[in-house]
T-cell receptor
């Protein structure tokens, strides 16, 4: 059975303070690892898909990396507007299997 | 990019009544749509997969007679929560496969 574990559950950063979010996964046959951003009361917003170990993708202040067991979402010099819940999900069959997310708060 | 439109964004209903949630794919056809449920501070849990023109596939533990799914066209899937009870209060989100997995904006259901 697929398992996705995200850590930490919550993270508070000062504006400009870089950090990383972790997503550990166990899956039989990874067909993609997805990162989403979710704002309160909204649906998930797509950020990245990673398919193989060693792959990296960047978008503005965010960079996602993938190994055979985990993925990291690096946030460089975050701004308050980066505050949200970040969700990791794996695709091994037909639908996505999500972790519980990391709630990020960036203070000015 | 692909857009999945979900309505209503929130609904309050009385216990025992039924509520319908719509999910539409805009500018693309969605043969398959997924319905998720999310409780506070919990992950999105897959409830069912709807396929256009055929019966939905429900995940283990999800009551198919309570959560009726209809996918009558390539652009519309509906989830009807029948005889809703307070424990059905949750955030329901649909998703379609286009530009990866695209999600609707979600529906907050509160049963009183």
């Amino acid at each position: 059975e697929d398992q996705v574990t995200q850590s930490p559950e919550a993270l508070r950063l000062q504006e400009g303070e870089s950090s990383s979010l972790n997503c550990s996964y166990t899956v039989s046959g990874l067909r993609g690892l997805f990162w989403y951003r979710q704002d309160p009361g909204k649906g998930p917003e797509f950020l990245f898909t990673l398919y193989s170990a060693g792959e990296e993708k960047e978008k503005e202040r965010l960079k996602a990396t993938l190994t055979k067991k985990e993925s990291f979402l690096h946030i460089t010099a975050p701004k308050p507007e980066d505050s949200a819940t970040y969700l990791c999900a794996v695709h091994s069959g037909y639908a996505l299997n999500f972790g519980k997310g990391t709630s990020l708060l960036v203070t000015p | 990019g692909a857009v999945v439109s979900q309505h209503p964004s929130w609904v309050i209903c009385k216990s025992g009544t039924s509520v319908k949630i719509e999910c539409r794919s805009l500018d693309f056809q969605a043969t398959t749509m997924f319905w998720y449920r999310q409780f506070p501070k919990q992950s999105l849990m897959l409830m069912a997969t709807s396929n256009e023109g055929s019966k939905a596939t429900y995940e283990q533990g999800v009551e198919k007679d309570k959560f009726l799914i209809n996918h009558a066209s390539l652009t519309l899937s509906t989830l009807t929560v029948t005889s809703a009870h307070p424990e059905d209060s949750s955030f329901y989100i649909c998703s379609a496969i286009e530009d990866g997995y695209t999600f609707g904006s979600g529906t907050r259901l509160t049963v009183v």
